[in-house]
């Protein structure tokens, strides 16, 4: 999730969701989502438009639909064979997917699953449009030529999920985790579960666990548990870590904490949630990394000024056993991402000339050949000249990848390193490879000196440690352009952008593969769809592979 950040209120937005599902009008003008720009907000990251809780329905008495009955282990459907450089991932038409997590199998380096949030839309008589948001499993068994999408969730109790993240421990079992929401009436849902889903099959067939459970929904008290992600190891080994939002009366904010939970027989039962964040109440966005000597390290920002709204990112060790933390959480490093820090639109960060929300958050990895070697990517503001017009059609931004490094195994960490390249750059993820140079992915602005259109691209270390880096490249071969024409998430702001993309998922990501390469997996606005109507960019998951 994504929060905006324009003053400090302890009252949490009213529009919160973590799949970020779409509603649709179905005539010409695209809706923008309930609860945009409303409400009062708190500098944490729960703030969905577009989303599965709280968003009107379509048209008068209209309710959220559900999809079509599918059985685990088979395929829905399957790609034509791709031997172009980009692969497109999805085959259910023009349906939009965002939101991006991929995961090679050690096993079989032509085994890759990727997530994301799959949005299953039908336009049905008398203009009525239904909607089930369930994310699938992308699936490849020849290194990225041919996809096919499986099933996670099979006459599931959810009709929502999102916020993916995908792992494979050293035996060759994925997992998956989401978010799980169910819909209580055609304009709101439960606040989520966190939910991992696990297979055995190289992704075919999957089977659900209910790892925690959230409480209440918008505006009441409860438990907003919040953007699970996972890491894995050994043979049926595996941690995921996600936020938990306290909420007090009328859904005020109380205090947000990161918890874990760990399994070891492949997902089959899961321990306790344990607090991993300390005493630290304003954590959100956790990630975990495996060490080469099996310690576990994770990675969270907390909002630690508040008259800022800049966040802290934090690291803190726990053990593999209990998922129980073994230290006080250590601070990495300031970001640049604060209240001033970025132009507003609809209430959310943004970038010039934008409206798609966006954050600093990234990851942290670890260096499989120094076990004591860790770092943590994200991007900031800090060469954005400052103070930043609120306005993003009046603003000037250059937002760069981040980088600070431990070699002592999370105890201290260097001062930060910003890859200063021109525009934007935003959503970084970081992998070490099997040489131990750090590689990083991002959607990148750099090659269009209007700041407007991105390429998907990558870099690599030029030495171990160094935290030098050549120029970024595109694996994109074609730019996508998010200013403008967007068929599913799209807001007209200022009239010289219509339609611009409102939302672009939270996150994409890469893998190292054993070959020491890299694979990428990124929302991609290249192809033209029309659905109810009208015509405009698509969103769809493709896929890439770098040596």
């Known amino acids: 999730m994504v929060i905006s950040r324009r003053r400090a209120s302890r009252v949490l937005p009213v529009a919160i969701a973590g799949a970020a599902a779409l509603i649709l009008l179905t005539g010409p003008t695209p809706a923008l989502g309930a609860g945009e720009g409303g409400g009062e907000e708190h500098p944490q990251p729960v703030d969905f438009t577009h989303n599965i809780r709280d968003t009107e329905a379509p048209v008068a008495g209209a309710v959220f639909g559900s999809g079509p009955q599918v059985k685990t282990g088979t395929a829905i459907c399957t790609t034509p064979t791709q031997s172009t450089a980009n692969a497109n991932t999805d085959c259910d038409g023009p349906n939009p997917h965002n939101e991006t997590s991929i995961a090679v199998n050690p096993t079989d380096p032509n085994n890759l ?11 049905n008589p008398g203009g009525h449009v239904s909607e089930t948001v369930l994310s699938r499993a992308h699936v490849t068994f020849d290194g990225g030529r041919t996809w096919s999408e499986y099933p996670v969730f099979s006459n599931s109790a959810y009709q929502g999920t999102g916020d993916p993240a995908l792992a494979f421990d050293a035996a060759g079992n994925a997992y998956y985790g989401t978010l799980g929401f169910r819909f209580v009436g055609p304009t709101s849902a439960t606040n989520p579960d966190v939910l991992v889903s696990t297979s055995s099959d190289k992704g075919r067939t999957w089977t659900v666990a209910r790892v925690a459970e959230g409480s209440g929904s918008a505006g009441s008290v409860g438990d907003l548990l919040d ?30 904490r990161i918890f874990a939970s760990v399994t070891h027989n492949a997902g089959r039962t899961w321990s306790a949630p344990r607090v991993i964040s300390g005493t630290l109440d304003e954590a959100f966005v956790s990630v975990p990394t495996v060490a080469a000597d099996g310690r576990i390290f994770v990675a969270f920002l907390n909002t630690t000024d508040l008259q800022t709204g800049r966040d802290d990112y934090e690291v803190v060790q726990v053990n593999p056993a209990t998922g129980a933390a073994l230290t006080n ?7 640049i991402d604060g209240f001033d820090d970025y132009p507003i639109a609809l209430g959310r960060q943004t970038y010039q000339d934008s409206i798609f929300r ?15 070697h860790l770092a943590v990517v994200w991007s900031d503001m800090r060469n954005t000249t400052h103070p930043v017009d609120e306005d993003p059609y009046s603003a000037v931004t250059n937002s760069d990848v981040v980088v600070s490094q431990s070699v002592d195994g999370g105890q201290s960490w260097s ?4 890859l200063t390249a021109p525009g934007d750059q935003w959503m970084p993820w970081g992998a070490y490879d099997t040489n131990g140079l750090l590689r990083i992915g991002t959607f990148d602005r750099s090659a269009d000196p209007a700041n407007h259109v991105y390429n998907y691209s990558l870099t690599t270390e ?8 050549g120029p970024l490249g595109p694996v994109t071969t074609t730019t996508s352009d998010p200013t403008r024409d967007n068929r599913w998430f799209a807001g007209t702001l200022d009239p010289a952008f ?7 998922g939270d996150y994409s990501n890469i893998a190292a593969t054993a070959d020491g390469g890299v694979v990428a997996y990124w929302t991609d606005l290249r192809t033209e769809v029309t659905f109810a109507g009208r015509t405009g960019h698509g969103q769809d998951a493709y896929f890439a592979k770098q040596g």
Do not use: C, M
């Not at 699953?113 to 336009?123: E, I, K, R, S, W």
């Open 415 to 418: 001062a930060p390193t910003a």
């Open 113 to 123: 699953v990727g997530g994301a949030n799959d949005y299953q839309l039908a336009l």
């Open 227 to 256: 953007k699970e992600y996972v890491a894995a190891w050994g043979n049926g080994n595996a941690i995921v870590t996600y936020g938990d939002f306290r909420l007090g009366q009328k859904g005020s904010f109380v205090s947000a």
């Open 462 to 469: 030029a030495a171990h440690g160094s935290l030098g880096f």
């Open 358 to 372: 966006s954050w600093a958050a990234g990851n942290i990895t670890a260096d499989p050949t120094d076990a004591n």
């Open 498 to 504: 219509p339609f611009a993309t409102s939302f672009l």
């Open 329 to 335: 959480p250590v601070k990495v490093a300031t970001v």
